[in-house]
């Protein structure tokens, strides 16, 4: 398991169609088919889970291209801080190179609503994630009790 901070006043806004949802919508719905397709996640939440999520005050910042929803991104406040969970890129999107792109979008709308940091934790199978996590202006590791110390109570929420 590898742990990252974001600091989000580093963050930068890019040119991108994304939109920061509170509650469920058909949008979210059709990206969370396209990864349930795509990564044939057998644990994959549904929407019944994503409504508690809504319900637990989580976010999701949807990706669009050409006003298609092709990505996602769950963010649970634990003010200051974010922390950030199920990130989803669809293979289906004609723009490569977007997952850094949309990351730091999120990164730069969740500091205008004025959050500090993004935390999270990379499973070690997943260096996609993890390498492109670097890459962030305001990027650094951290331990897993720093992580602990910046969730605070979102542990116990059953779908991290």
């Not at 990206?31 to 044939?40: I, S």
């Not at 996590?133 to 116990?156: L, P, W």
Request: glycine fraction near 4%.
């Amino acid at each position: 398991m590898r742990y990252v901070s974001v600091n989000l006043a580093e963050t930068k806004k890019h040119n991108l169609q994304i939109e920061v949802i509170d509650s469920m919508t058909d949008d979210l719905l059709k990206v969370m088919k396209l990864c349930k397709e795509e990564l044939r996640w057998n644990d994959m939440y549904d929407e019944e889970e994503a409504i508690s999520r809504f319900k637990d005050g989580c976010m999701c910042v949807l990706y669009y291209e050409k006003n298609v929803p092709l990505g996602l991104c769950w963010f649970y406040d634990v003010r200051p801080n974010l922390y950030t969970f199920n990130w989803f890129m669809s293979k289906k999107r004609k723009v490569r190179k977007t997952a850094k792109p949309f990351l730091d979008a999120c990164g730069y709308e969740m500091y205008k609503k004025g959050y500090h940091h993004w935390v999270a934790y990379i499973d070690d199978w997943n260096d996609f994630a993890f390498n492109a996590t670097k890459t962030f202006e305001g990027y650094r590791s951290i331990s897993v009790h720093q992580f602990n110390e910046m969730i605070k109570g979102a542990r116990k929420k059953l779908y991290f």
